[in-house]
């Protein structure tokens, strides 16, 4: 288990805060969405009124009261009655635990809870937040009973198909990457992954968005500067709106890992649109602002991370994880290793590097 850092203040806080929530056996993009909700920086009226996108926190469900995260997590109506039939199927905690303790509060309740409680909360809570948009954005046809169905069958395959992955990062791993071949490199003249530095971590991160489905999935990959394979990592992010938000999602995605890391992160994107976009410290009225300000205070909670743009052909392998996670609607997380459909890229990179 990797210490993140000793520094005080906020930052430490919020690095202890990571590591409660990095340790939930739940697929990163849902992990990610715990992280936004014990932030507060979920999309709930409460923020929009903040960052100048609405006038009115009132809650568009129930039209009871503001809505902050914990409302549209935990009290509005529609969330109580997820929970509710949540509980007939899973042994959650007494009704008592879900108390407002202050704006730490799903840090409270997470602290108090072990496996796998800790983990059915937060897909409680992720699907409780897929409902509120579902009523906000989409049809509102979800019925309740489907959404336990959804989330005991999400549990039920996610745990069996991780029963071994351990959230937990081994940077001093010495193994090579499989099949390694040293033979000369016909492609040499194309731009090509470069290795980074000793001692920094090069993150690769693309994303497959599809135009006519109005979705996408991302795809990360951390390698050292031997090209050994950190951590990999997709998710099917499904509804996406533009392929710019697809990439900035595949950003924070590997900024999410890279804070796992604790090393100077060089993180590369072959979209011009992100690197752009994160350059300047604009706050406009974008509809993607909100990605923006997640991505820059991840930032600050990294030792040294860097963004540049790259050649695609530089980036197949994040590319092909994202294409990977698209085809097979797959969300996970690899330690040391990446789908075996994409090793080949690994080993190409390698032989770059070598070459
Ligand atoms: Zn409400």
Known sequence: MIELGSSSGAANGERRLWNIIWKARVPQKIRIFAWRAA??????????????????????????EDESVFHALVSCPKARALRLAVREVWNLLDEVVFNFTGPNWLLVLLDQVRPPVHEQIIFMFWRAWHL??????????????????????????????HPNVKMEISIKGKER??????????????????????????????ASYVEALRAASVGVVARNHTGEVIISSWDYIGV?????????????????????????????????????????DLLDRSPLVDLK???LNLAKMMINCKISKINRTANRVAHEIAKFSFDNRSDGVLLNSVPPCVADFVTDDCMNILS
């Open 39 to 64: 932030t507060q920086s979920l999309a709930v009226q409460v923020n929009r009124v903040k960052h100048h996108q609405t006038t009115i926190g009132l809650c568009s469900i129930c039209g009871v």
């Open 132 to 161: 509120r948009n579902d009523l906000i954005f989409g049809k509102g046809k979800e019925k309740m009973s489907d959404s336990v169905r959804f989330i005991q069958n999400y549990w039920t395959s996610f745990s069996s198909c």
């Open 177 to 206: 990457v499989d099949g390694l071949n040293f033979t000369n490199d016909m492609r040499k003249n194309l731009v090509t992954w470069q290795a980074p530095a000793t001692e920094i971590i090069k993150t690769n991160v693309d």
């Open 240 to 280: 996406c709106n533009s392929a710019e938000e697809a990439e900035l999602r595949a950003t924070l995605a590997g900024l999410y890992i890279g804070i796992t890391l604790h090393k100077a992160i060089i993180l590369e994107t072959d979209c011009s649109f992100v690197a752009s976009f994160l350059r300047n």
């Open 293 to 295: 300000i997640e991505a």
